[in-house]
């Protein structure tokens, strides 16, 4: 009978211990599930929150790009009032009219200098065909061979990129 009694206070042992362990699985899984949800707002969170920014950012962008020339069309304005003006004035002979076309000029030349517009002009220099553009080569005493005699139209440079390849002369060789 002992082998009996023994035998059953293992099964009940056995049957408390599975119970246990099965409230133990329950509560386990309940915390998996709980943190999974957790994980799973977060990572919604985190991905609208990257969108915003991807949106913001695309506007920001656009912006950008929409008002880019603000500054330099700001500082144009002044260039604009001075033709303006000469351009009204009544009766202006012809000294004090090219008197005022020079001074917009120099204005001019200010604001594209301001924004990062250098003129290339190169008479008197080797040529270069990374900034200069040969029209024609001719025949120049007292000019080294290669070398840039005459400008025909400058070249400019835009913060140190070509805008525009200046249009020249190229001397030749006197004996070619």
């Given at each position: ?24 699985l ?30 913001r950012?695309s ?5 950008s ?26 009766g202006?002979?012809?000294g ?33 065909p ?17 070398t ?29």
């Amino acid at each position: 009978m002992h082998n009996t009694d023994t035998a059953r206070d293992t099964a009940a042992s056995v049957d408390t211990t599975g119970m246990e362990n099965t409230d133990n699985l329950a509560e386990a899984l309940a915390a998996a599930r709980e943190e999974l949800a957790r994980l799973r707002d977060e990572r919604l969170r985190e991905r609208a929150e990257l969108d915003n920014q991807r949106k913001r950012m695309s506007r920001e962008l656009e912006q950008s790009v929409r008002f880019a020339n603000e500054r330099l069309l700001s500082d144009l304005l002044q260039v604009l009032d001075s033709l303006e003006a000469g351009l009204s004035a009544p009766g202006a002979d012809a000294g004090k009219l090219r008197e005022g076309i020079e001074l917009t000029l120099r204005q001019l030349e200010k604001v594209t200098a301001d924004n990062g517009l250098v003129a290339v002009d190169p008479v008197g220099q080797p040529f270069d065909p990374e900034c200069h553009q040969a029209m024609s080569m001719v025949p120049a005493d007292g000019q080294a061979p290669g070398t840039v005699v005459q400008v025909y139209q400058k070249g400019y440079l835009l913060n140190g990129r070509l805008l525009r390849p200046a249009l020249v002369l190229v001397a030749k060789d006197s004996e070619g």
